[in-house]
Structure formats: structure tokens, C-alpha cells
């Protein structure tokens, strides 16, 4: 039987793959590691968590938002209160939730996401500064381009002033 680490090398060797855009055979060794995962760990670990948010990355950067929306709410439903990729997760379900054109729904996570990270980060950082870019996205989406204004130029003197100038 396969050592349970044997599933954090098979996700990130889907990592990379989906970084060089493979994105069946990343596919294809996320769901391998998430029923290893499931298998050794019980289906309420948070790795297994962790797999469902990686299998839905690499289903939505292959267009398939509903099915990428099924596994992050699968992610959702098993991380504690306060692990670190709850909020990455929330993040990924906000961008396929506007993908979808949930709007408001994407509108609500975000501004929530934006929240937390300024009471925890503050204002300078660039997790906040993008926080501030996706929320005004949905913003100009939905036609309120006064409200994104602001936002979206906190993000861009942000990264600006963090980010190389070929970022």
C-alpha cells in the first residue's frame, strides 16, 4: 500500500505540471493523490481538503467552473475554522463564482477576504493589494466602477511599489 506521503508527492508533481499547463495528466495525478489522501488519511483530514482545492484549480484553468465550484465547496466543507487555506480556497471559489457570473455572490467573499487580510496583514501587503484588484474587478463587472475605483489604485501602488516592473 501507498505511504501517505506518497499523496503530497503526487499533488505536488500535479503542481507542477499545472504549471506548465499539462492540465489532464495534472488532472489526472490530483485525483490519484485526493483518493490516496481519502484512502490513508479519512475523508475529513485537512490534506484531503487541500486536494479537493488543487483538483478544483486545475478543473477551472480547464474551464470547467461547475465542477470547479463542486470541489472547492468539498475543500470548504473540511478545513477547520482557521487553517491558512481555508481563506486561499474561498479566494478560488470567489474567481469561479465571477467566472460563472455570480457576481454578488463573488462580491460577498471577497469583500469578506479583503476584511481579514487588513485586520491581519494590513494595508501594505500585496495579499491585501490583490484582495483589493479582485474585489474591484467584480465591482466594474457589476457597473460600479466608482466604488472599484479606489481599490484598484491602493492594489496598483501596491504592487508598484512591491512587484518587479516586469510583474
Known sequence: EPHPWVGGALAGLASSLRAQAEFAEAE???REALALNRKNLGDSHVEVAMAF????RVIQDQG???EAEAFYREALARYPDDHP???ATRRNLATVLEARGALAEAE???RELLARDIATLGEENDRVALSKALLGGVLVR???STEAEPLLRQAQSVFEAKLPAEH
Open 28 to 30: 489526472a495525478l490530483q
Open 108 to 110: 460577498v467573499i471577497h
Open 53 to 56: 482545492n488543487d483538483l478544483g
Open 142 to 144: 457589476l457597473g460600479r
Open 85 to 87: 487555506w481555508l481563506f
Open 64 to 66: 470547467r467552473l461547475d
